[in-house]
């Protein structure tokens, strides 16, 4: 749903909208959002269907596209020169994307869950800053 702001009856669906599913114009359990501002649209984890997803913000959008596919997503970032950070909940990582492509380069983790220094403990969400750091 998006909200202009002030207006608390008014909500518009911009992603999903057609009950839960697999299908490329449903979501099933979306755990986290990002806003594309170069293509003006919502970068989407979803979850239950074990995909990133993007979905335009133009009216009329009524599916979105698979970005990665085959991966427990759970938190997304995006740095200044747009690669995509995606945690991945049940291999313990966290990788980085280039848009259009479906293999990343693994950034942190990797080495099954632990308290090891490269390992992590079911990923959430995540940050990047300006100097990359995750």
Known sequence: MQWKNGDKTN????AGGTGEGNGL???NS???????????????????????VRWSRRSGTTQGEILIDNINCFG?????????YVSDYRKHEVR??????????LIAGGN????????LNY????????????
Do not use: W
């Open 112 to 119: 099954g869950k632990g308290n090891g220094l490269n390992q």
């Open 76 to 84: 997304l970032a995006m740095d200044e020169q747009r690669y995509l």
């Open 25 to 27: 114009n449903q979501l």
């Open 30 to 52: 979306p755990i986290d959002v990002l806003i594309d501002k170069e293509t003006d649209s919502l970068i989407i984890c979803d979850l239950g269907n074990q995909r990133v």
């Open 96 to 105: 980085r994307y280039k848009l259009g492509e479906n293999i990343g380069t």
């Open 11 to 14: 909500g518009q669906v911009v």
């Open 123 to 134: 990923p959430t969400y995540l940050f990047v800053d300006r100097d990359h750091s995750v």
